[in-house]
């Protein structure tokens, strides 16, 4: 308590990851136990390690736990930043949370071998572009390590990419990921709907067929967060499938 309050989070870590392991060895900890573990990692920011040690219990535990307390693998830190940037630019909390969680697991500090920063992990080319086209603050790289600069230059970039593909949401998030020429080759030559089979979306089958290893386990990532967070936002814990997340065209 005392490291959260002092904002600690990286001496704290360790200190978890040392109750964990202690855990894990005693095997007495119940899913009780684990849970209040997991909600201190949460309120120190550390979900990285939250997500990994989640990964340590056994998949009916995971399960039990991740079916009653939702937002410990869905959480929307710096909510308010996000939400203002979601009405700035007409782009949905749950789709930049969606984005958010796999770029960066919300580490405002995450920087890429790609130098990519941040929250959002922006290239510094690309947030001074999308800085200069929305007129927000923004003057060099390490400024991306603000969510307050790297949430809304996130948000707006996404705005661009759903603008360009008319709103359809795999295109998007593919193109966050992948460059705007190889989203274009694939669906010159992947995107088959007259040949898809009668059991699959085409949708899906363009999806499995994207060439980019990295891309294709991105893309399935970030619309399992997008559904997730959509059924966290209606306070439901189970929707029908937004079948118009599927929407495609050439």
Known sequence: ?????????????????????????????DLKDWTALFQYYARSGEYLSLFSQMSYLALEDRKA??????????????????????????????????????????????????????????????????????????????????????????????????????GEIILATASYNASEKAIHNWLLTRYRPHLASSTLHPTLEFIEDIPYDETRDYVKLVLRNFVTYQMLTARERAIKFPDWTLALSK
């Open 1 to 29: 308590e005392w490291l959260i309050a002092v904002n600690e989070g990286e001496i704290a870590r360790p200190y978890l990851d040392q109750i964990a392991a202690a855990f894990r060895k005693s095997k007495s900890a």
């Open 65 to 166: 736990l991740i079916q009653k307390s939702p937002e410990l693998m869905f959480p929307q830190p710096y909510f308010e930043i996000a939400s203002q940037a979601s009405t700035q630019f007409s782009v949905s909390t749950d789709f930049i949370y969606a984005i958010m969680r796999q770029e960066s697991s919300f580490n405002p500090d995450a920087r890429s071998q790609m130098d990519a920063f941040g929250l959002m992990q922006l290239l510094p080319e690309v947030a001074a572009r999308t800085a200069s086209n929305h007129s927000i603050r923004y003057n060099e790289a390490d400024d991306l390590y603000d969510p307050s600069v790297n949430i809304p230059l996130g948000a707006a970039h996404l705005k661009e990419l759903l603008d360009r593909y008319k």
